[in-house]
């Protein structure tokens, strides 16, 4: 034994005569420690699942003005809060909602609605191809390569095409 663990040695031999409740003194509890610590390592794959299933049941009696002060949440909103939230509707949302609840025969359609009427009568798509295109450049973010599946099918009627020349020809 060195010099310098001598008075490391000393402390805990007083140390183990100390009293401790119900087991008596220290010496006494770590015993039992080191023993109940070998008959608990089998079980130890399920300490976590039995805390979060304890937690699951003691969670919901916590009072919630303790886990405001805590800040574990945060504090709801009131009325007023909420009717501050304003939401702002562009002509054709605004349009929709006025006419969600109407029967067809309370329906009247929109400005649009009656342009594109007048023009699919005479055969003209323009309006409807304007807000296809509008929406196909809002829907693809360049760089993205999500068309995989198209591009294949592209290629696919890219090869049937050749080999229909290719029968023409040797019809010829």
């Given at each position: 034994m060195?010099?310098?663990?001598?008075?490391?040695?000393?402390?805990?031999?007083?140390?183990?005569?100390?009293?401790?409740?119900i087991f008596g003194t220290v010496a006494t509890v770590t015993q039992w420690a080191r023993h109940s610590s070998r008959?608990?390592?089998?079980?130890?794959?399920?300490?976590?699942?039995?805390?979060?299933?304890?937690?699951?049941?003691?969670?919901?009696?916590?009072?919630?003005?303790?886990?405001?002060?805590m800040g574990i949440t945060k504090a709801s909103k009131t009325a007023d809060e909420i009717k501050e939230i304003s939401l702002t509707f562009d002509e054709d949302a605004q349009w929709a909602i006025a006419n969600a609840h109407k029967t067809p025969e309370d329906f009247k359609p929109s400005v649009k609605d009656l342009q594109v009427q007048k023009e699919m009568r005479r055969g003209i798509t323009t309006?409807?191809?304007?807000?296809?295109?509008?929406?196909?450049?809002?829907?693809?973010?360049?760089?993205?390569?999500?068309?995989?599946d198209d591009d294949d099918d592209d290629d696919d009627e890219d090869e049937d095409d050749e080999e229909e020349v290719d029968e023409d020809e040797d019809e010829e």
């Open positions: 060195s010099i310098a663990s001598a008075p490391l040695n000393m402390i805990l031999r007083h140390a183990a005569n100390v009293p401790f409740p008959s608990l390592y089998p079980g130890i794959g399920w300490a976590l699942p039995a805390i979060v299933g304890g937690m699951w049941f003691i969670w919901p009696a916590v009072d919630p003005e303790w886990k405001l002060e309006t409807l191809e304007n807000e296809w295109d509008t929406f196909i450049s809002r829907a693809i973010k360049p760089g993205e390569d999500d068309d995989d």
